[in-house]
């Protein structure tokens, strides 16, 4: 293999650790972790790194879970991280004191750029390609974080390639790529608010990202696929052609939105409606649901009760997650993603559970959709499996990968146990494009 393929394959020195077991990884202090904070829940997952074979897997070895309440003070919301944290702590029986934070809803942003690179040489060397995809990473506003760069194509005097065209003759080489930042302030507020719960942030990734990491498969990115995260009160979307993934972002709607609509329309306390959306939600009505009556408690006098058909739930509940759906494939359009020729999409995050999403998936996108769960991770509680425990995993095998870039300069692996030295950092976004295509 030349030297310079290597180089992609391997942007980051990893130190060499016992082979296998999660004992062996937690006595050595190789331990990592991700906090996922959500509109209605924090979720902290830890997990301890195996040497397998050369490969680096994450076996989890606590997660934890907190409610937050839509609209929890600053108080309340450091106590459901730190509510979180513990239970991790406690059921992985260590404590940890970096993770890496995931960032998504309206506060993270895609976006296209084209860099031109004149060569004077007349030959493409390692250089070259690694200049393309800094300038690249560049494109951010001050008010903005820069969180990830990955290369979509090479563009080699007007001849496409996905992979670097190293050592080839040419004039002018050409990077379409996709990076993707976030809003620096949003970021700055929950780091603090994570080191006051006494643990430090050592990286940002994009939660869709993360998402898109326990749910797709490999054929899925390479033939394309949209993967769609129904949070409760942001709905994230991550798009992937040809094995990389070309947009991502979200809008600001959610299933906490659904809960609202059936409180107003059946004048339901808030906590009942999501219950009864819980127990009895539908995309659309069954057969016999307008004989199903549902009983709705009434807001200001507990004791009463309005009746309604079920059938008239599933007329409150379709229209809003149609919306949502809708306002998704517009947003993904405008990040560039070419949404018209979609093949398949996955949906995941608590909203996706929602009876019928599937099929209204495949009736509005046109497309062949599946539920997607978090998959292959070792250790994993069989509650872990439920999607909305997508994002939280998936950013423990986006660090276990060791992808390079992310955050700017610093690498996300959140080490617990032991000095952060032990880890060789390197900056740059040279060879994030390799590793998408062979890790993610």
């Given at each position: 293999?030349?030297?310079?393929?290597?180089?992609?394959?391997?942007?980051?020195?990893?130190?060499?650790?016992?082979?296998?077991?999660?004992?062996?990884?937690?006595?050595?202090?190789?331990?990592?972790?991700?906090?996922?904070?959500?509109?209605?829940?924090?979720?902290?997952?830890?997990?301890?790194?195996?040497?397998?074979?050369?490969?680096?897997?994450?076996?989890?070895?606590?997660?934890?879970?907190?409610?937050?309440?839509?609209?929890?003070?600053?108080?309340?919301?450091?106590?459901?991280?730190?509510?979180?944290?513990?239970?991790?702590?406690?059921?992985?029986?260590?404590?940890?004191?970096?993770?890496?934070?995931?960032?998504?809803?309206?506060?993270?942003?895609?976006?296209?750029?084209?860099?031109?690179?004149?060569?004077?040489?007349?030959?493409?060397?390692?250089?070259?390609?690694?200049?393309?995809?800094?300038?690249?990473?560049?494109?951010?506003r001050e008010d903005r974080r820069h969180l990830l760069m990955t290369p979509i194509r090479y563009v080699l005097?007007?001849?496409?390639?996905?992979?670097?065209?190293?050592?080839?003759?040419?004039?002018?080489?050409?990077?379409?790529?996709?990076?993707?930042?976030?809003?620096?302030?949003?970021?700055?507020?929950?780091?603090?608010?994570?080191?006051?719960?006494?643990?430090?942030?050592?990286?940002?990734?994009?939660?869709?990202?993360?998402?898109?990491a326990a749910t797709v498969i490999e054929d899925e990115r390479e033939l394309g696929a949209m993967v769609i995260?129904?949070?409760?009160?942001?709905?994230?979307?991550?798009?992937?052609?040809?094995?990389?993934?070309?947009?991502?972002?979200?809008?600001?709607?959610?299933?906490?939105?659904?809960?609202?609509?059936?409180?107003?329309?059946?004048?339901?306390?808030?906590?009942?409606?999501?219950?009864?959306?819980?127990?009895?939600?539908?995309?659309?009505?069954?057969?016999?649901?307008?004989?199903?009556?549902?009983?709705?408690?009434?807001?200001?006098?507990?004791?009463?009760?309005?009746?309604?058909?079920?059938?008239?739930?599933?007329?409150?509940?379709?229209?809003?997650?149609?919306?949502?759906?809708?306002?998704?494939?517009?947003?993904?359009?405008?990040?560039?993603?070419?949404?018209?020729?979609?093949?398949?999409?996955?949906?995941?995050?608590?909203?996706?559970?929602?009876?019928?999403?599937?099929?209204?998936?495949?009736?509005?996108?046109?497309?062949?959709?599946?539920?997607?769960?978090?998959?292959?991770?070792?250790?994993?509680?069989?509650?872990?499996?439920?999607?909305q425990f997508a994002a939280c995993l998936g950013g423990l095998k986006l660090i276990a990968s060791n992808a390079?870039?992310?955050?700017?300069?610093?690498?996300?692996?959140?080490?617990?146990?032991?000095?952060?030295?032990?880890?060789?950092?390197?900056?740059?976004?040279?060879?994030?494009?390799?590793?998408?295509?062979?890790?993610?």
């Amino acid at each position: 293999m030349p030297e310079w393929t290597e180089s992609l394959r391997s942007p980051i020195n990893i130190p060499k650790f016992r082979q296998g077991t999660a004992r062996q990884a937690r006595r050595h202090g190789d331990l990592i972790a991700a906090v996922d904070i959500g509109g209605s829940k924090v979720a902290c997952a830890i997990a301890a790194l195996s040497d397998v074979g050369g490969a680096f897997e994450a076996d989890v070895v606590g997660i934890g879970r907190t409610g937050l309440a839509r609209e929890a003070s600053s108080a309340e919301r450091e106590a459901a991280l730190r509510g979180a944290i513990d239970a991790a702590e406690r059921m992985a029986g260590e404590t940890i004191s970096a993770v890496a934070l995931l960032v998504g809803g309206r506060f993270i942003a895609s976006r296209r750029v084209v860099v031109d690179m004149p060569l004077p040489r007349g030959v493409v060397t390692v250089e070259d390609v690694g200049d393309c995809q800094l300038e690249a990473g560049a494109f951010h506003r001050e008010d903005r974080r820069h969180l990830l760069m990955t290369p979509i194509r090479y563009v080699l005097d007007g001849e496409a390639d996905r992979e670097p065209p190293v050592g080839l003759a040419g004039e002018l080489l050409s990077l379409e790529a996709m990076t993707v930042d976030a809003r620096r302030t949003a970021v700055e507020n929950m780091s603090r608010a994570l080191e006051r719960c006494g643990v430090r942030v050592d990286g940002v990734l994009p939660r869709p990202m993360a998402a898109a990491a326990a749910t797709v498969i490999e054929d899925e990115r390479e033939l394309g696929a949209m993967v769609i995260d129904f949070g409760a009160r942001f709905t994230e979307f991550a798009v992937f052609e040809g094995g990389a993934m070309t947009a991502c972002g979200g809008v600001a709607l959610g299933a906490d939105h659904v809960t609202r609509d059936i409180a107003k329309l059946f004048g339901c306390p808030i906590a009942a409606s999501e219950r009864i959306k819980t127990l009895h939600g539908a995309m659309f009505a069954g057969p016999n649901d307008d004989a199903r009556i549902i009983d709705f408690p009434q807001i200001g006098d507990p004791s009463e009760t309005a009746r309604h058909a079920r059938s008239e739930l599933a007329g409150v509940i379709a229209p809003r997650i149609e919306e949502i759906i809708d306002l998704t494939i517009v947003a993904a359009s405008r990040a560039g993603a070419k949404t018209s020729s979609l093949r398949r999409v996955v949906a995941t995050g608590g909203g996706a559970l929602m009876l019928g999403m599937v099929e209204s998936l495949e009736r509005i996108v046109g497309a062949r959709a599946r539920l997607g769960r978090p998959t292959g991770f070792l250790g994993a509680p069989e509650a872990a499996s439920a999607p909305q425990f997508a994002a939280c995993l998936g950013g423990l095998k986006l660090i276990a990968s060791n992808a390079p870039g992310l955050a700017g300069a610093r690498q996300t692996r959140a080490i617990a146990t032991r000095p952060p030295q032990r880890l060789q950092r390197v900056g740059g976004a040279f060879g994030i494009g390799r590793w998408l295509r062979d890790n993610f």
